[in-house]
Every structure is written in C-alpha cells, then in structure tokens.
C-alpha cells in the first residue's frame, strides 16, 4: 500500500488508544517504518531520534539481533502453548524462576499477562480471592494515588488517576480511592521528611476513614510515569511499605514503567530495599519486542489462595499468559540487562542524563527538572515564581511535539505542560548529546512563537554587543 492509502485506511478503520478520534481524523497517522538502536525511521525517510523507549518499553533499543533470532527460534519450536490443562513450556518456566530470582525477596510466585493494564486487574482478581479465601470478605477497597496509572482495563482504569481514563468511563469504583502524589515540585513542604510523612498520615486517615477491615490493598508506582514523571523523594517508598504493614493492607507495587533497569536497579523497590506483597512488571520485561506483563506474587498470598477452598479451581486465566515466544523473548532481555552490560550502561550514563535535564532549568520555558536513572521529565511554567503553567487554550503540548518532530526528536509531551523522557538502556554519550542538542533547540522554536512568548512572564533586553533580543525570566 502506498503511504497515502495507508493513512487513509487508517482513518477510516484503525481505532489509537489515547487519543481525540476526530482530532486523529483531522490530522491522519504517522506511519512508522523501521527502527535501529535508538533511531526511529517514519516512511517518509525521516529519522527521529527515540528518546521515550516507544511507550517507557524498548529499553534494549532497536533491532537487537540476539532477541529477533530467540524469537524466530521459538517460533519454529513452538509457536503457542496454553498454559491451561497443566501445560507447561520451558520458556515460561524458566522466565518465571529468573524474575523470582532477580526480583525481592518477597516476591516468590509469578502469573503471567500480555502486558501491565491486565496484570493490575489481574492483581485486583488475587487480592479479592485472597481476602474472600481467607475469610476476611469485607475488605474491599482500595487506595491508590492521585495522578497514578495503572492502565486501563475496567479495574485498573479506576485505580488510575487521569482524567481522560474516567471521563464516561463510569470510573472510579465505589470501593476505589485516591490519596495525594507526594508530587514535590506542586507542595508547599519544607523538605522531603514532611513530604514523606504527609504521605504516610494520609494513607493512614484514609484507612482510618474506610475501617482497616475494609481496605484491601494500597497500589502506588514507585515513580509515578503517566502522571507527569513525580519522583517522590528517595525513603518514600520505604515509608508507605511499612505503613501498610502497620495498617494490615497490601502493599503492590506497580513497576510496569520502572522496572527493568528504568530507575537504575532492575527494579525500583530494591534501591529502598522495599519487599511488596505483590508487584506488577511488563513493557522492558520483552523491552517491547512481544506483549508480555507479569504479577509477582508473595508466598503468603498465594498459600491463601491455594489453601482458601482446595477443592475447587481458582478462575482466573488468559489464552496468552506464559506464552512461549514472548517468554523466550524475555530470557535473552534478561540476558542482555545483565551479560549484555545494558544495566551498567543505564546506571553509567544517569548522570548524563540528569545533568543535561537540569541544565534547561536556564531556560525560559522550565521550571523544574526531576529524574531518576534514565526517567525524567521538565516541567513548562510561564511563570517560574509562581510556578503557573500554560492556560489549556494555548495546546502547549501539541506545540511542542510538533517542534520536537521537525527536530528529529520523540519524547512525550504530556497535556499539563510536562515533558516526559526514557531514554533507551542503551544509549550512548553522543546520542545525549544529540537528543539534548534537538530538546534545546526544540524549546526554543516553540519559546519564539508569538502566542507562547505573549502566555510568558518575561522581559526581554537588548544584548548592546550583539544587538540581538534576550528573554530572561522576569525577577
């Protein structure tokens, strides 16, 4: 097909997650072709310089032949197998004792998923049957934190804390609730002790207000992703996990976008030494070469689940979970996190990463840098005293995804006037320098555009050497 007609049959037939339909009708698709490392090739020609990961996944990078030729391998060996009747494939199995191995310690237990909206309703479906099995029928609710995702299945949706995830989705649940993001740059806390104990008194009055005997579970993202890259402040996590102990709740840990390498350990809860009762992985458990989530489970809950009616089967199941060719897939993802060096590489390159993001705290548009390994994102204000963001109206976000393209570059621009970045495990020192190089530049396309520079509290001076018109950020 030709590039017009496949924009055209994708108008009228292919329906994008997260997205305005008539907007995406209005504008027509973008037509990715091939990728390579951290390049990205649309079919126009145009390379684009990947600097998300596709969607937080491809923390390998690009067209790593190891991972194509597994793939092809399996495919020839054994395409499919259900894991249902007492079937089993040597992939999975070994997939699964490998992530118990590499993940905390109390994590002893692995069901596997397509990917991470249904590995938290998955989790939902555990921590139901695990109360009602062990005689505790009552709890029910669930808290979670405001601005968290945790996708978008009919359950998770509610979980999630976005907007455009309930909007006519008749989402959250009654039994779902949502305390504050320990979100530093918007609070008014003199430090990060106040933030964190904030947090843990806000857990606890929302227990208090339910009744401990009705709350199931807590759910949080170690880094909140979707919600703006909120990087709470390092013992955070720690706090929240001994919390719900106190309180007798769960603790899950959703690291479908931190885990694997993203924050720097494999897994984010282990650079705080945080043990959950359960934990949900995807995107670079495959690095996004084959769908593919898993729910990590503690031996504790799935004792109850087992012990819970002996007799009777526990009803929960995908066609898809264990799957041969995203297991093997995901062995050799391993391999190269590990042997492959891309772990070390990640971690060695961090602070590259975190000095370039902090750098364009100068700019006038920025008004706060947060990272954590190879996740971070700038925040946009128009004015940096008052932190004040960019009205709606102004569609800063679409302004700059469209200057980031004409630079060659792919991040995600959220719609509250955040910038959000995953850099590839697999970068190198030139490929920052690049990807810096074309966000500076794409700052400063969209910083002289008129409406911009008129929605910005600035003054601008004439440089008397130069003769050239400076914008600073007014004092």
Same mark, same amino acid.
């Given at each position: 097909?030709?590039?017009?007609?496949?924009?055209?049959?994708?108008?009228?037939?292919?329906?994008?997650?997260?997205?305005?339909?008539?907007?995406?009708?209005?504008?027509?698709?973008?037509?990715l072709?091939?990728?390579?490392? /951290?390049?990205?090739?649309?079919?126009?020609?145009?390379?684009?310089?990947?600097a998300?990961?596709?969607?937080?996944?491809? !923390?390998?990078?690009y067209?790593? %032949?190891?991972i194509?030729?597994?793939?092809?391998?399996?495919?020839?060996?054994l395409?499919?197998?259900?894991?249902?009747?007492?079937?089993? !494939? &040597?992939?999975?199995?070994e997939?699964a004792?490998?992530?118990?191995?590499?993940?905390? =310690?109390?994590?002893?237990?692995v069901?596997?998923?397509?990917?991470?909206?249904?590995?938290?309703?998955?989790?939902?479906?555990f921590?139901?049957?695990?109360?009602?099995?062990?005689?505790? %029928?009552?709890?029910?609710?669930?808290?979670?934190?405001?601005?968290?995702?945790?996708?978008?299945?009919?359950?998770?949706?509610?979980?999630?804390?976005? %907007?455009?995830?309930?909007?006519?989705?008749?989402?959250?649940?009654?039994?779902?609730?949502?305390?504050?993001? %320990?979100?530093?740059?918007?609070?008014?806390f003199?430090?990060?002790?106040?933030?964190?104990?904030?947090?843990?008194?806000?857990?606890?009055? *929302?227990? $208090? $207000?339910?009744? =401990?005997?009705?709350? /199931?579970?807590?759910?949080?993202?170690?880094?909140?992703?979707?919600?703006?890259?909120?990087?709470?402040p390092f013992?955070w996590?720690?706090?929240?996990?001994e919390?719900?102990? *106190?309180?007798?709740?769960l603790?899950?840990?959703?690291?479908?976008?931190t885990?694997?390498?993203?924050?720097?350990?494999?897994?984010?809860?282990?650079?705080?030494?945080?043990?959950p009762?359960?934990?949900?992985?995807a995107?670079?458990?495959?690095a996004?070469?084959?769908?593919?989530?898993a729910?990590?489970?503690?031996?504790?809950?799935?004792?109850?689940?087992?012990?819970?009616?002996?007799?009777?089967?526990?009803?929960?199941?995908?066609?898809?979970? /264990?799957?041969?060719?995203?297991?093997?897939?995901?062995?050799?993802?391993l391999r190269?996190?590990?042997?492959g060096?891309?772990? =070390?590489?990640?971690?060695?390159? &961090?602070?590259?990463?975190?000095?370039?993001?902090?750098?364009?705290?100068?700019?006038?548009?920025?008004?706060?840098?947060r990272?954590?390994?190879?996740?971070g $994102?700038?925040?946009?204000?128009?004015d940096?005293?008052?932190?004040?963001?960019?009205? /709606?109206?102004l569609k800063?976000?679409?302004r700059?995804?469209?200057?980031?393209?004409?630079?060659?570059?792919?991040?995600?621009?959220?719609?509250?006037?955040?910038?959000?970045?995953?850099?590839?495990?697999?970068?190198?020192?030139?490929?920052?320098?690049?990807?810096?190089?074309?966000?500076?530049?794409?700052l400063?396309?969209?910083?002289?555009?008129?409406?911009?520079?008129?929605?910005?509290k600035?003054?601008?001076? *004439?440089?008397?050497v130069?003769g050239e018109?400076?914008?600073?950020?007014?004092?």
């Open positions: 097909m030709s590039i017009q007609s496949l924009i055209e049959a994708d108008r009228k037939h292919l329906i994008h997650p997260v997205i305005n339909y008539r907007a995406h009708e209005a504008r027509g698709v973008t037509v072709d091939s990728a390579s490392g /951290a390049f990205l090739r649309d079919a126009d020609g145009n390379e684009l310089l990947d998300f990961s596709g969607l937080w996944c491809v !923390n390998v990078g067209g790593q %032949p190891s194509v030729k597994v793939a092809a391998e399996q495919m020839a060996r395409p499919y197998a259900t894991s249902y009747f007492h079937f089993g !494939n &040597a992939p999975a199995i997939l004792e490998k992530l118990v191995e590499l993940s905390p =310690a109390s994590l002893q237990h069901y596997f998923t397509l990917g991470g909206s249904d590995a938290v309703d998955s989790a939902v479906r921590i139901t049957h695990y109360f009602n099995a062990t005689g505790r %029928p009552s709890k029910k609710h669930i808290i979670a934190l405001e601005r968290g995702y945790h996708g978008s299945s009919s359950v998770g949706a509610g979980l999630t804390a976005l %907007p455009a995830f309930h909007r006519n989705f008749d989402v959250p649940l009654p039994n779902q609730h949502h305390i504050a993001s %320990p979100y530093a740059y918007r609070s008014n003199p430090g990060d002790a106040e933030l964190i104990a904030a947090s843990v008194a806000s857990l606890e009055a *929302k227990v $208090a $207000a339910l009744g =401990a005997d009705n709350v /199931a579970a807590f759910f949080c993202e170690p880094i909140q992703g979707s919600g703006g890259v909120i990087v709470p013992g996590l720690k706090a929240m996990r919390a719900c102990r *106190k309180l007798g709740i603790f899950v840990a959703d690291e479908v976008i885990g694997f390498g993203r924050t720097g350990p494999l897994f984010a809860c282990q650079a705080e030494d945080v043990g009762d359960l934990m949900t992985v995107k670079g458990l495959t996004g070469y084959a769908p593919m989530g729910v990590l489970m503690s031996n504790a809950i799935y004792q109850g689940i087992a012990d819970g009616d002996a007799a009777a089967i526990v009803g929960h199941g995908h066609t898809y979970s /264990a799957h041969p060719v995203s297991a093997a897939i995901g062995l050799e993802v190269l996190y590990h042997e060096g891309l772990l =070390a590489n990640g971690v060695r390159h &961090a602070e590259r990463f975190a000095r370039g993001l902090d750098a364009l705290l100068a700019h006038p548009l920025v008004g706060d840098s990272h954590r390994g190879l996740l $994102a700038l925040e946009l204000v128009s940096k005293e008052t932190k004040q963001g960019f009205d /709606a109206s800063l976000s679409d700059i995804t469209a200057a980031a393209y004409r630079n060659r570059l792919v991040f995600r621009a959220f719609g509250d006037n955040i910038l959000g970045f995953a850099p590839a495990l697999s970068y190198t020192e030139a490929e920052f320098d690049l990807m810096f190089e074309r966000l500076e530049k794409t400063d396309d969209v910083l002289a555009e008129p409406e911009v520079r008129a929605a910005l600035v003054k601008e001076t *004439k440089d008397e130069k018109v400076k914008t600073h950020v007014a004092a």
